[in-house]
């Protein structure tokens, strides 16, 4: 009997926690020619469980927890195969799109330094969101790219970039919760207690910076995925403007969200304007 009945549910399991967690990343991968879709989902998937364990198990023994994940991960790569359906799903695509092993350690190491780093200095700061976001990037871009090495290479830098701007909007977003709920300052060098306007442009400037970098690549990538990757940019770059905006005082006591009906926006205006990409430059 085929496996393709367990390998297509596996799929869907990530495709669920994908639509559950994020409708924004959601729409994006939708809009992703459809050979590419299975893939990203279960990227997703794979890094959603990672992320939920380490924030928001508290009942549970979450060291226990990180080292089966890592073990069994570990095991299915070896194997070919997991019982969990979301590493199943996740261990095909590393092993179809040759997503090198070395980016899952490097991601696995970041989720794990949440389970016992409060306070993050520079370099644990640049390790972290290499780990937890540009590695990621460069997961998706070894899917978008399937199997062309030389684009791959000339993609990874803004493909890191990419990846490094989301995260930092999620932590300028999230300040609130991650100081509150879970302890955690990952931007260095900065008193949250007394978020000052000059700490919080110094941030934004680094986030400027990276979707800058982020966005020439976008502008390269296949047709197929184009559009897809753009959405969930112009989304990102979209909350980066609302939390610009806001004052540091308001950013620490409430948590800025892109409405529906902006999305919808965003996704209508965007659809046509990555046709002229390569013209506009954003």
């Known amino acids: ?15 669920l926690i994908t639509q559950a967690y ?3 990343f959601s729409i994006g991968v939708r809009l992703l020619n459809s050979q590419y879709r299975g893939a990203i989902y279960a990227i997703y998937g794979y890094v959603r469980l990672a992320d939920e364990l380490v924030d928001t198990f508290h009942q549970f ?11 069994e ?14 590493i199943h799903a996740f261990v095909q695509a590393v092993r179809r799109y040759r997503i090198d092993p070395a980016l899952l350690d490097a991601f696995l190491n970041s989720m794990e330094m949440d389970l016992t780093v409060q306070t993050y200095q520079v370099s644990q700061y640049q390790q972290y969101v ?16 399937d199997g062309d090495d030389t684009l791959y290479f000339q993609l990874r830098e803004p493909a890191r970039r990419l990846g490094a701007a989301f995260q930092k909007v ?9 100081l509150h709920d879970r302890g955690r300052l990952y931007f260095p060098g900065v008193d949250f207690i007394q978020f000052k306007a000059a700490d919080k442009q110094r941030i934004e400037a680094e986030i400027t910076q990276d979707f800058a970098a982020a966005l020439p690549g976008i502008v390269r990538l296949p047709r197929g995925v184009r559009l897809g990757v753009y959405v969930a940019y112009r989304y990102y770059l979209d909350l980066f403007a609302q ?39 954003g």
């Not at 023994?61 to 073990?71: C, N, T, Y």
């Not at 006591?253 to 304007?273: G, Y």
Request: proline content about 3%; charged content about 20%; hydrophobic content about 45%.
């Open 170 to 178: 999620n932590f300028l977003r999230d300040i609130a919760s991650d």
């Open 130 to 145: 290499y780990g937890s976001a540009e590695v990621v990037g460069l997961m998706c871009l070894r899917v978008f790219c």
């Open 243 to 281: 939390l610009r905006r806001h004052a540091p005082t308001a950013i620490l006591t409430q948590r800025v969200r892109v409405s529906n009906q902006r999305k919808v926006w965003i996704l209508i205006r965007s659809s046509f304007r990555h046709l002229l990409l390569p013209v506009l430059g």
């Open 61 to 71: 023994d979450k060291a226990e927890l990180f080292r089966q994940l890592s073990q």
């Open 73 to 86: 991960t570990a095991q299915a790569l070896q194997d070919g195969l997991s019982l969990n359906p979301v």
């Open 22 to 24: 994020s409708t924004s």
């Open 1 to 15: 009997m085929s496996l393709d009945l367990f390998h297509s549910t596996a799929i869907g399991c990530s495709r």
